[in-house]
């Protein structure tokens, strides 16, 4: 299957021409910026409000959304623009999808397919022009994987929804915007039809965050507490959330692609290039080398389906179970670099602060590997799955969604 994004027409040479002189411009400032996981999980503020004053002059232009409507705030664009966008900068080495924390590159897509005309034309502008951040609220401390085990409710009262529960695995050190999040509308009903997703804003009375200190980082519990959200922030309709879950759970796990390359690759051979040991740089060492093969070998294949998933995704024809592989993939990858990381660089990997040459990306990689085998689903809900894609044990396939 051909599945490459490469046109290079005079219009799109000429956009990318656009692009690559707009963000020479307004990269400027970053050359010493690392776009590591690091900077969501400790007090990093440089990176982050650079990283929001880029996405808001990337959402002026209608770039941080490219492919959406004018009219909600993206710019019409094509998917060979979309393309040339990710590509040139992720020559920079940061993805467009997380210029800045926020995980409205999943949300809006869900607003845009299930939204009303008037939910749309709320919500989805300042997500497109980059003014928000915002925080998906799913897991939940009985639940963990199991979404629709929902125990978080949401009665009815009038104009508003009542809000009672709690979320875990949440965001990072800096607060959200907006909290979205799946509820349970109908405690009475039967499982998955008795769910809704609400748009909360983060800064209502009775909304808590609590820092938690994990593996990954800080992430956080989120506790609502008779929280009065307006009804109007009800995306989908009442007791129809899981059909809403399917679309953006499917987006979460993979299904979106990617076209970004992980950096730790030319990170890690320029450190061992750098650094010396018993007289000699450590790509000297043969064991180093090996690992260093593995390493870009993996990253590879994870870069190809991430790719195809892109694809996929883009001309609106989703792979069975693209997704749910490229992020089970993906979540092994990380763990076999972690081990290979600590190989490499010893005890020198586990130094969480720059008193060592450039390790602090290394550390977060050892540190965080184990700990994402858990973001957005355990392995074993990556593997049910593929296994339903595919029918297996099933009288019946099931089918990927299509998302926007």
Not at 108 to 129: D, S, Y
Not at 231 to 255: D, F, M, R, T
Not at 262 to 285: A, V, Y
Request: proline content about 5%; hydrophobic content about 35%.
């Amino acid at each position: 299957m051909d599945f490459s994004l490469q046109r290079d027409t005079p219009e799109i040479s000429a956009f990318r021409k656009e692009v690559r002189d707009w963000l020479a411009e307004n990269m400027r400032g970053s050359e010493h910026l690392r776009w590591s996981g690091i900077w969501s999980t400790r007090e990093n503020d440089e990176e982050y409000k650079f990283r929001r004053q880029l996405a808001t002059k990337l959402g002026k232009r209608g770039w941080l959304f490219p492919t959406y409507p004018v009219k909600y705030g993206g710019a019409g664009l094509s998917l060979d623009h979309q393309f040339v966008l990710e590509t040139e900068i992720d020559r920079y080495g940061l993805p467009l999808g997380s210029v800045f924390y926020t995980l409205a590159r999943l949300v809006a897509p869900a607003v845009l397919k299930f939204g009303t005309e008037e939910q749309k034309m709320e919500l989805l502008p300042p997500m497109m022009r980059g003014e928000l951040a915002v925080w998906q609220v799913l897991t939940e401390p009985q639940g963990g994987s199991d979404v629709a085990n929902c125990q978080t409710k949401a009665i009815r009262d009038g104009d508003y929804y009542v809000v009672n529960g709690q979320k875990v695995m949440v965001g990072h050190h800096l607060p959200p915007d907006f909290l979205w999040t799946i509820v349970c509308t109908n405690p009475a009903g039967k499982r998955h039809e008795n769910l809704g997703w609400l748009y909360i804003p983060a800064n209502l009375p009775g909304v808590t965050i609590q820092h938690m200190q994990l593996m990954m980082g800080i992430k956080n519990a989120v506790f609502f507490d008779n929280v009065r959200v307006p009804a109007k922030y009800l995306v989908g309709g009442e007791n129809n959330g899981w059909k809403v879950a399917n679309s953006y759970l499917e987006l979460e796990h993979g299904g979106g692609g990617s076209v970004a390359e992980n950096p730790l690759f030319k990170r890690l051979i320029e450190h061992c290039q750098k650094t010396e040991f018993d007289g000699e740089s450590l790509m000297e060492d043969q064991d180093v080398r090996d690992e260093i093969a593995d390493l870009l070998i993996d990253l590879d294949v994870q870069r190809l389906m991430g790719l195809r998933n892109f694809w996929h995704r883009y001309v609106r024809d989703p792979h069975p179970y693209g997704g749910a592989q490229f992020i089970y993939y993906q979540r092994m990858v990380r763990l076999r670099n972690s081990e290979r990381v600590q190989r490499i660089l010893g005890y020198d990997a586990l130094v969480p602060d720059g008193s060592v040459h450039e390790v602090a990306d290394f550390e977060y990689t050892v540190r965080s590997g184990p700990g994402w085998l858990h973001g957005g689903g355990t392995l074993d809900t990556d593997r049910l799955i593929i296994a339903r894609r595919l029918g297996l044990g099933r009288p019946s396939q099931e089918t990927a969604p299509t998302t926007v």
